[in-house]
C-alpha cells in the first residue's frame, strides 16, 4: 500500500539512487509503474525524457545521453526498460 512506502526525508535522499533502488525492490510488480511514475515525478529531467522519448521513437530517431552521474543513468535506465522504449 501507498502508506506503507517511506517518503525521503531530505532532498538528498529524494535525489539518492540508492533510496529509488530500496523502494524498487520492496514492490511487487504490479507496484511498478507506480515506482516509474514517482521517479519520473521526482526530476524535471525526467519528466522531459518520459514525453520526448516516446515521440522520438515513433519518428525512429536513436538517442544517446550523456551524463556525469552514473546513478542518474541507472535511474533512466530503470524507466526506459519500464516503459520498454
Excluded: C
Aim: charged share 40%; aromatic share 8%.
Amino acid at each position: 500500500h501507498e502508506s506503507e512506502v517511506r517518503e525521503p526525508q531530505s532532498l538528498r535522499e529524494h535525489n539518492d539512487e540508492a533510496y529509488w533502488r530500496e523502494l524498487r525492490r520492496g514492490m511487487e510488480r504490479a507496484d511498478s509503474e507506480r515506482y516509474i511514475a514517482r521517479l519520473v515525478e521526482s526530476s524535471g529531467k525526467l519528466v522531459l525524457l518520459s514525453k520526448l522519448l516516446p515521440k522520438l521513437k515513433e519518428d525512429g530517431h536513436r538517442v544517446l545521453l550523456f551524463s556525469q552521474f552514473t546513478k542518474m543513468l541507472d535511474l533512466i535506465e530503470d524507466l526506459v526498460e519500464a516503459r520498454g522504449w
